[in-house]
């Protein structure tokens, strides 16, 4: 299992935590990280769609045997470490965010979880209430603001992202997908998730679309009469070819394990109940010019890391 790279509030809610009581699992500095607050991130990324790949916790450890699951909390459990390590490096470095950075941010943040009913729900039977949001977001910006002044301060030549591409090109094979979907959308014109009735209604229409489809249904002609993306459903639902980071997490992770030529199931994102079909699938050779942003987060994300560990044989760690 690799290291994962500070995701903080701001990308999946959190999974930046330690709690105030209940059995201690590791000590950062003398900082308890418990097994409450252990099972409580478990239970957080377990909602969270956009985490390694698109894959929650749970689709992960459903996938392993008991090592790779034993192996899994571990990582978690490093990651635990290696966030509340940044956390007390970037405070006592004097990073931490302004009061209306925080607010303005929580703002941000619970518009996004209001305007999901569905995953508000099983946030709130976690624990994440305002002063959990509030004391997270604090901590996440000011890790923010310390990876960005590491980053400001590093000077990364056009030789050094040069050799990255010369000497990584595999790294620059990029799959794509030509697809065509349905979407039956669970949004209302607020774009706020329906009520359980209404989505239940929504997933009988979705059902029924599919069944059609099974009954030799053409498919461009069901997605210019049912679908709710009225931009594409209007040319038959053709999106064109899009590589796995283009488009949301929830919905690449379905699109990308279908073969060339194979339809899916009926499948829920955030944004309703898709049915989508492969029309071709192919490897995109990127060119250095178009990868030279991503080269460049490449080796910062590189140097972090190396900085990260030279923390942690600063740190008084116990496991």
């Not at 809610?13 to 059995?23: M, Q, R, V």
């Not at 050094?160 to 990029?174: A, L």
């Amino acid at each position: 299992m690799k290291k994962i790279i500070y995701i903080g509030i701001i990308g999946l809610i959190s999974i930046s935590l330690t709690a105030c009581s209940g059995k201690s699992i590791a000590t950062v500095n003398d900082v308890e990280i418990t097994k409450e607050g252990f099972e409580k991130t478990k239970s957080i990324l377990s909602l969270t769609n956009d985490y390694l790949n698109g894959e929650t916790f749970d689709d992960m450890n459903k996938s392993l045997d008991k090592k790779g699951k034993k192996d899994l909390e571990n990582m978690l459990i490093s990651f635990m470490i290696d966030n509340e390590l940044l956390y007390q490096e970037a405070k006592d470095k004097g990073f931490s965010p302004s009061k209306a950075d925080i607010n303005s941010k929580y703002e941000e943040l619970s518009r996004d979880i209001e305007s999901n009913a569905s995953y508000k729900k099983e946030l709130d039977k976690a624990g994440v209430d305002k002063e959990y949001l509030l004391k997270e977001i604090s901590r996440d910006l000011t890790i923010e603001k310390y990876r960005k002044d590491f980053i400001d301060k590093l000077n990364i030549s056009e030789e050094e992202i040069q050799n990255y591409y010369r000497n990584n090109k595999d790294e620059f094979k990029v799959p794509e997908v030509d697809a065509s979907h349905i979407l039956i959308s669970t949004l209302d014109k607020e774009k706020k998730t329906v009520n359980d009735t209404e989505k239940q209604k929504l997933k009988e229409k979705a059902d029924k679309v599919f069944t059609e489809l099974e009954n030799g249904a053409n498919f461009e002609a069901l997605a210019k009469k049912y679908s709710d993306d009225k931009s594409t459903g209007k040319n038959g639902g053709g999106l064109g070819y899009f590589t796995k980071d283009s488009k949301n997490a929830e919905f690449t992770k379905h699109v990308f394990s279908l073969e060339k030529g194979k339809t899916s199931n009926v499948f829920e994102t955030s944004y309703g109940y898709h049915i989508v079909r492969i029309n071709d699938k192919k490897n995109k050779n990127l060119s250095f010019e178009d990868s030279r942003s991503m080269i460049r987060e490449k080796i910062i994300n590189g140097k972090f890391l190396k900085h990260l560990d030279s923390l942690e044989k600063n740190a008084d760690i116990k496991k």
